[in-house]
């Protein structure tokens, strides 16, 4: 094995790591983990300090690590057939059974299943195919993009444009002009206080209206969004958003893609998010839990409207000019189809909803009456815990003060991996959901612990 001080150094050296600030890295600033092994909840890393990892690496390891029936699969499929791609027609039978199997678990009315390898890319796939879809059906100009300030979508082009938060539109020249943004569904956030959640919801729809008034409904292709609002702060939507936002995007013929990267395969409790909130997509986005990253693997489910016209497509223009080279990856399904095993053989999606629902308690029982405590909040297995300087008249401390990350800093110290997401002093769980009762009142109890060391 490689001594640490070597590898450390390699690691300043050569290693361009995403989403870190690179000039503290440099100067050895910023934190330098290297990870050597995991095991149900726990992560260790080549220093032997073993953590708890209460956001199941970036809301995706949600079997929990160290599963040697999907590592088995992965291994098999290797030596049997590592690649072929799925081009005009060719597949495997671990990427055929897996298109099955995802939509055996899809809402009604879905048909097909494409297969990416990240979340980013599937996102870009379902641009690509409602732009496709508009232009069969000779509408050129039905071609802009509704999505949600502080949802995330990715980190491409257009699907870094689809994200609403700024870190991800600074010095990039994002957003591309065909992406407009709606309100954020975030009523702690509301500008006025005085609404209640149904009106802040009203407020959500009739901003909605407005903008697609503004643009003109015939430009508008599609709307994006998560369940949940994931990245942007974990945050469920307001009692009765989603019924109405799809009313109104029915009546203006905009489609529908669910984001469902987080979501998907149980978080909340129920096999897709968009069981639990009545939603009829036209598209859903997977990734994350779709293998429970045991191996690089995303989808795009296509709905049964979208797919006739996609069909009518060929039949006029040939071929449809869009795959990937590792689409379909058999390695990748050969993960997934272990992974939905698996989730099913250990009831995975109820044990997320149960413990869920015993974790927030477990939350709001260790910090409910904190006064930097403003509010506790989640579904399923995604919970937030949002800092305020003063919670009478809900007001938040500065960003430069970095309340969230420093929490996020002292639980780490406790042997407890939360994130301080990275807008607002949110600090941020997403646990595998193997998680126990016990580990729960751990991450709660710890969490209460590292608050009154940054806040008093
Ligand atoms: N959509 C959502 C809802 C996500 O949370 C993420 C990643 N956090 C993505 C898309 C992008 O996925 P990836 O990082 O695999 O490209």
């Given amino acids: 094995m490689l001594r640490n001080d070597m590898l450390e150094k390699w690691d300043r050296d050569s290693f361009f790591h995403p989403s870190t600030h690179l000039a503290e890295f440099a100067r050895g600033n910023a934190p330098q983990r290297v990870i050597r092994t995991g095991q149900g909840c726990h992560i260790e890393d080549r220093d032997g300090t073993r953590l708890l990892d209460a956001f199941a690496g970036l809301y995706c390891v949600n079997v929990g690590y160290g599963r040697t029936d999907i590592a088995d699969a992965i291994a098999e499929q290797a030596r049997e057939l590592a690649y072929y791609h799925a081009y005009v027609g060719h597949g495997t039978e671990a990427s055929i059974t897996l298109a099955q199997m995802v939509l055996d678990r899809a809402p009604e009315g879905m048909s097909k299943v494409y297969f990416g390898q990240s979340g980013s890319d599937a996102n870009e796939t379902n641009i690509k195919l409602v732009w496709y879809y508009n232009n069969i059906l000779g509408r050129p100009e039905k071609k802009k993009i509704i999505s949600r300030w502080r949802g995330y979508h990715g980190s491409g082009l257009m699907t870094g444009s689809l994200t609403g938060l700024e870190l991800f539109h600074k010095k990039f020249d994002l957003p591309l002009a ?78 529908l893609i669910v984001d469902e990267v987080v979501t998907g395969f149980g978080r909340l409790g129920t096999m897709m998010g968009s069981d639990h909130y009545g939603l009829k997509p036209d598209l859903i986005t997977i990734a994350k839990g779709l293998t429970s990253a045991y191996a690089p693997l995303s989808g795009s489910i296509v709905g049964e409207k979208m797919w006739k016209v996609l069909e009518k497509g060929t039949d006029e223009n040939g071929p449809i000019g869009h795959g990937w080279t590792y689409s379909a990856h058999p390695i990748g399904a050969a993960a997934g189809v272990a992974n939905l095993k698996l989730i099913d053989e250990l009831n995975l999606v109820q044990a997320a909803g149960d413990t869920g629902a015993y974790f927030q308690n477990a939350l709001k029982d260790a910090l409910g009456n904190h006064a930097k405590v403003g509010e506790i909040r989640g579904e399923g297995l995604m919970a937030a815990v949002e800092f305020v300087a003063d919670r009478d008249n809900r007001t938040f401390f500065d960003a430069s003060e970095k309340v969230g990350p420093r929490v996020a800093a002292a639980l780490l110290e406790h042997g407890v991996i939360g994130r301080a997401m990275p807008q607002g002093d949110i600090l941020g769980f997403a646990p595998p959901f193997c998680m126990t009762r016990e580990e729960a009142d751990e991450v709660a109890g710890k969490t209460a612990k590292a608050v009154a060391s940054v806040l008093g």
């Fill in 178 to 255: 065909q992406v407009i943004h709606t309100e954020a569904p975030y009523y702690y956030r509301r500008d006025d206080l005085d609404l209640s959640e149904e009106q802040f919801t009203d407020h959500c729809v009739a901003e909605l209206e407005a903008l697609i008034e503004r643009e003109g409904a015939d430009t508008i292709a599609a709307f994006i969004g998560e369940p949940v609002l994931g990245t942007g702060g974990i945050v469920p939507p307001p009692a009765g958003y989603w019924d109405k936002m799809q009313a109104v995007l029915k009546e203006h013929d905009i489609l």
